[in-house]
């Protein structure tokens, strides 16, 4: 993974930190220092920083120590860095989601073939949900196989369907990947039916008998 290189700053860190006023009503000095440090280095390698101060907000209403909450301020900013070299160009929104996917486990060129299956639209829910099904207990890559099976024929509404639909069998008692496994099918099979179904779209294949 490319690391975000540290800006050599000619600013003190204590004028870096007046930039938002948010970090300095809520984090010791020290901390507000090395947080704003990070920052500046992603606002300059153009990546977005409301995460990264939504991030050391979060460990402060935790009460984290210092040190932690630089560390998950600078591995978000990598995270973001990383996804936006998968994805290419994304919205915040995006980029945020990719990052979750890759400390999830998943594999950067998993969000790359999926950027390249979606063509424009926006990755935020299938990211979600990638996500979601590695919390679930999915391995990373049978995850990614599935949202990846999904991409070209599923709208974001058939993407929450599916994860609803695997949560509530998960519920139920069903193991995770098998959950998934038979619902992807499913969804699979209805948004194929979908996009045929639009004006102008091709007729259906007929089956071989």
């Known amino acids: 993974m490319r690391l975000l290189p540290v800006v050599l700053l000619i600013a003190s860190p204590a004028a870096l930190v007046g930039q ?6 809520r984090l010791d000095g020290d901390t507000r220092a090395r947080v704003a440090v990070v ?8 990546l977005p ?12 209403s935790k009460r984290a120590p210092g040190e932690r909450i630089v560390a998950a301020v600078r591995n978000l900013a990598n995270g973001l860095l990383a996804a936006r070299d998968a994805l290419g160009t994304a919205d915040v929104a995006e980029l945020d989601a990719a990052a979750s996917a ?21 990755l935020t829910v299938p990211l979600a949900v990638l996500s979601d099904l ?6 990373a890559d049978s995850a ?5 099976q999904l991409a070209r024929v599923a709208a974001d509404d058939d993407f929450i369907a599916f994860q609803r639909n695997v949560d509530r ?9 098998a959950a998934a496994a038979v619902r992807v099918n499913v969804t699979a099979a209805d948004g194929f039916r979908g996009i045929n ?5 091709p007729p259906p294949t007929p089956r071989k008998p």
Do not use: H, W, Y
């Open 20 to 25: 938002d006023p948010r970090l300095e009503r």
């Open 39 to 46: 920052i500046d280095s992603a606002r300059a390698a153009g």
């Open 49 to 60: 920083v409301e995460p990264l101060i939504d991030k050391a907000l979060e460990g402060a």
């Open 102 to 122: 890759l400390r999830a486990g998943v594999r950067p060129e998993t969000l790359t073939r999926l950027r390249a299956a979606r063509g424009r639209q926006n």
């Open 134 to 139: 590695v919390a679930r207990g999915i391995p």
């Open 144 to 148: 990614a196989a599935f949202v990846l």
């Open 169 to 177: 069998d998960i519920a139920l008692g069903a193991p995770p990947l």
């Open 197 to 201: 179904s639009l004006p102008g779209a």
